[in-house]
Structure formats: structure tokens, C-alpha cells
């Protein structure tokens, strides 16, 4: 079995979920449901989206290993995008988290810009794309 091809779809295929998860939990801020489907929502998100961000980190790190692909400039970059969507997931979380548990006048304070959390992974999944090929 070549463990480089297992390894490297089950990261793939984790990085797309977790994308499509954080968008999922941006668009649900976005349209200021109810504290209770948010409470379902963020459920959602600690059952499957923060695993799926894990998933990532640890599969792609054993990827650089299998590659030895650390300290290139490609993989410094790759790093460095992961950071900014770990950092936005964690941002998108706790946003997900206080209006769990706000009332929905509280949401409405949430609300000013999670257009652009729903946005920007995609912009990155682009990128990424692109420049990948």
C-alpha cells in the first residue's frame, strides 16, 4: 500500500471539510439564527470541524516528514496559511460561542463583518488551488 497517497487524500479531503465547515458556521452567524440553532451549530462545529482542523495539522505535517519537504519556501507558506485559518476558525468559534449563549438582542452586536469569515477561506482554497496546479 503507498502510505504517501493515504495520507495525502485523507488531508485533502480533511482541509476541504474543515473549509467548507467554516464557512458553514460564518454563514449560520451571518443570518443571525437563534441562540438554540446556534447552540446545534456550534455542536456541529466541535464534533466535526475542529477534528477536521486537526486532521489537517497532523496530516500535512506528516506529509512535509514523508516529502522532507520542511524548510522549503513553499511549505513555510503553506504553514503560514494554516496559522491565518486556524486563527480565523478559533475567531469564528468563540463569535459562534458568545451568540450561542447570547439573547438575540446580543446577537445582533456580533454581527459586523462575519460576510468576510465566510469569505476569506474561500479566497485561500482558491489561491490554493491555483497555485497549486
Known amino acids: 500500500m503507498n ?3 493515504l495520507i495525502k487524500t485523507v488531508h485533502i479531503s ?3 471539510f474543515w473549509l467548507a465547515g467554516m464557512i458553514f458556521v460564518a454563514l449560520s452567524l451571518y443570518l443571525n439564527l437563534n441562540a438554540k440553532t446556534l447552540s446545534k451549530v456550534r455542536q456541529i462545529d466541535r464534533a466535526f470541524f475542529t477534528p477536521a482542523m486537526l486532521t489537517v495539522w497532523i496530516f ?8 522532507g519537504a520542511f524548510g522549503t519556501g513553499w511549505l ?9 485559518l486556524s486563527g480565523i476558525h478559533g475567531v469564528i468559534t ?9 439573547s438575540s438582542a446580543d446577537v445582533a452586536v456580533i454581527h459586523f463583518s462575519k460576510a468576510a469569515y465566510a469569505i476569506a477561506p474561500l479566497l ?3 489561491v490554493y488551488t491555483v497555485v497549486n496546479r
Open 94 to 102: 468563540g463569535k459562534l460561542r458568545r451568540a450561542s449563549i447570547a
Open 124 to 126: 485561500i482554497l482558491i
Open 76 to 84: 513555510s507558506l503553506k504553514i503560514v496559511l494554516v496559522l491565518v
Open 60 to 67: 500535512g505535517m506528516g506529509l512535509a516528514y514523508l516529502t
Open 14 to 16: 480533511a482541509v476541504v
Open 3 to 5: 502510505w504517501y497517497v
